[in-house]
């Protein structure tokens, strides 16, 4: 996906359920002057998603969508994408998945980050699994969204080792410092 020169930033919305630490990361990367991507928009399918609380700028508008009944609610969601001229979906720690209609809509501009090396490991309970299988490496992953969960083109990957000592929680403390770093760079790899 190209940026042409002298143009604005990619209007970019992002997608959240949860603690929101990839959205305070991103919105910190979005405010750098070589970022591509500006955002306009947050989604969130829960009131209370504590990444809410990172949005402190009032250009970031914030919108709660249930997707109780999803199709309804992803019909609202795509006319309120188009009225701000959304051109790219960045989803960070969102758990519900896209119908068909909704990615078709947005064809190729939907990306997410997973924590695993994909395609090992798709789906819930990632690092719980990594650990049981006593794994050496694992990591993290920005990739297309697709049909098929977890599975869409990978932008990229960043491995890291495991260490005999790691339980579930470091390991996972330690996958979202490298997802911290991953996404804007995987942003940056899409837009230059
Ligand atoms: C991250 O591990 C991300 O890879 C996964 O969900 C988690 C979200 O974390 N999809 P946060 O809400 O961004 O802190």
Redesign the pocket.
Known sequence: MKKSIGSDKIKTAVF??????????LIKFSFKKNSPISIKLVISNKKNA??LKFINSKKIEKKIVNFIKQKESEKKLINLLKKRKIEFIC????MKILSNNFLKKFNNKIV????SLLPKYKGLNTHKRVLKNNEEFSG?TVHYVTAKLDSGKIILQKKIKIDKTDKENTL?KK??KE?HKLYPRAIMKIFN
Request: hydrophobic share 30%; with cysteine; net charge positive.
């Open positions: 959240i359920s949860g603690t929101g630490s990839n959205l305070k990361n504590k990444g989803l960070a720690g969102f997410n980050i997973h924590p993290c996972r996958i979202l997802e």
